[in-house]
């Protein structure tokens, strides 16, 4: 008699619905890959396609393509707006109600402004490439105006050349680093306005940058930013954002650009299932990556909580990619109708995070680098994680090109409808 695990849903196509759907290539199962966008992100590259130093296409792939010789997948694009549990379906936006005898939720997180929502029109975060060409268009044209007031108005110039990132997490180290980098470059392209008034700003509530890392890290990593021109303020609170400047416990800043990289909700995934959880919306999971109360269903990557220790285990990729292939095989050997008692264990190699060029800070498997030999390892950690050869290839080209010639090569300003089309 056949075994009754015949159609596996994954909702998400980010690094652990991915590694989901490749770890049932050869199970008997037919597989619905269902996402609100056609490409698969590599979202630990998304802010060098805000400064300029990337294209979209180079960090992302479209799904189908990826999955094009794996004839068990059918890819969806469609956004999805809840579980019915009764009924084993999941409910999309179209209207189709895709039917499923396992399902795996990898939905990724979302911005969280802790409880102040109005901030986001004004501190924008990065999660897709939207978000990314919105910001880079920011980036790029507060320089234009710099420019254009440097002589009417030059303490309006001084503010547009002023530029906060909020959170001192690897994402806003990263970024506050391109920034500065970017500031420097540009410069020579420009007339009026001085080099002397760009201003990058990295605002921390904590003690310290980079607070996951071990503290010799963290110390060198601010000390790389203050090397390149960035002002790191721990200890400082946001009380308030506007459209010309940021209220903190330590004062006022002014400034006309403002990037939130401080926290992160979880997907409403833990909402569809009605599972109760904490602040930050992740859905709490056991050993193997299911609910309490749930055998039909996995939670994996940002979405959800997996605390065998007593501490989370982070939203980095590597997280989400170990999860989802473990999920896959136990529902293989599920499939095939074979046991599969082992519980999910996390192979931890490290953390990362690039400062700018030649400075970056690594402990991998215990063993801690900084500067170039950090950075060559901080490059060559991401290109292995992109999918594709030619993505790879075409980063190694402009990274290489931006090492030799210190230029940017994606400063193009395209402005948008409030739809976000191209005008």
Not at 144 to 164: G, R
Not at 211 to 219: Q, V, Y
Not at 404 to 416: D, E, K, N, Y
Request: hydrophobic content about 45%; proline content about 4%.
């Amino acid at each position: 008699m056949p075994h009754p695990l015949k159609h596996v849903v994954i909702v998400g196509a980010g690094f652990g619905g991915l590694s989901a759907a490749k770890a049932l290539a050869k199970s008997p199962v037919q597989i619905t890959l269902i996402d609100q966008q056609n490409h698969h992100l590599f979202q630990p590259l998304l802010y060098q396609v805000a400064t300029a130093s990337l294209t979209p296409a180079e960090i992302a792939t479209p799904i189908r393509h990826v999955l094009r010789k794996q004839g068990n997948v059918r890819v969806v694009m469609d956004r999805v707006e809840g579980v019915d549990r009764a009924a084993k379906e999941v409910l999309c936006e179209s209207g189709e109600r895709v039917g499923y005898d396992a399902l795996i939720l990898a939905t990724g997180a979302q911005h969280s402004y802790f409880g102040n929502d109005a901030w986001a029109e004004h501190a924008p975060g990065l999660k897709t490439l939207q978000d990314a060409l919105a910001l880079r268009e920011q980036v790029l044209s507060a320089f234009e105006k710099a420019e254009l007031l440097a002589d009417s108005d030059p303490e309006a110039a001084k503010a547009y050349q002023s530029f906060v990132v909020i959170g001192a997490g690897p994402t806003g180290v990263e970024m506050a680093g391109a920034i500065g980098e970017l500031a420097a470059s540009v410069m020579r392209d420009f007339r009026r306005i001085d080099p002397a008034d760009n201003r990058v700003i990295l605002v921390e509530g904590g003690p310290r940058v980079l607070p996951s890392f071990a503290e010799k890290l963290s110390a060198r990593a601010a000390s790389d930013l203050s090397e390149l021109g960035v002002e790191v303020r721990v200890e400082t609170m946001v009380t308030g954002v506007s459209d010309t400047q940021v209220e903190t416990n330590q004062g006022v800043i002014d400034a006309r650009t403002c990037i939130w990289a401080a926290g992160v909700q979880a997907s409403p995934a833990a909402d569809w299932l009605g599972i109760e959880t904490g602040r930050s919306g992740h859905a709490e999971v056991d050993k193997t990556l299911r609910p309490e109360g749930f055998d039909d269903v996995y939670v994996i990557g940002d979405t959800a909580r997996f605390a065998p220790q007593g501490d989370a285990l982070p939203g980095i990729a590597p997280v989400a990619k170990q999860m989802g292939t473990y999920v896959g095989k136990r529902l293989d050997a599920e499939a095939r109708g074979k046991g599969f008692d082992k519980p999910f264990r996390y192979a931890d190699a490290g953390a990362l995070a690039t400062i700018g060029r030649n400075r970056a800070v690594a402990d991998i498997f215990g063993l801690k680098v900084t500067g170039f030999i950090g950075w060559l390892l901080w490059g060559a950690a991401h290109v292995y994680f992109l999918i594709g050869f030619k993505n790879r290839l075409f980063v190694v080209l402009q990274w290489l090109w931006a090492y030799v010639t210190w230029q940017r090569g994606v400063r193009l300003i395209m402005h948008r409808d409030q739809d976000g089309n191209v005008t």
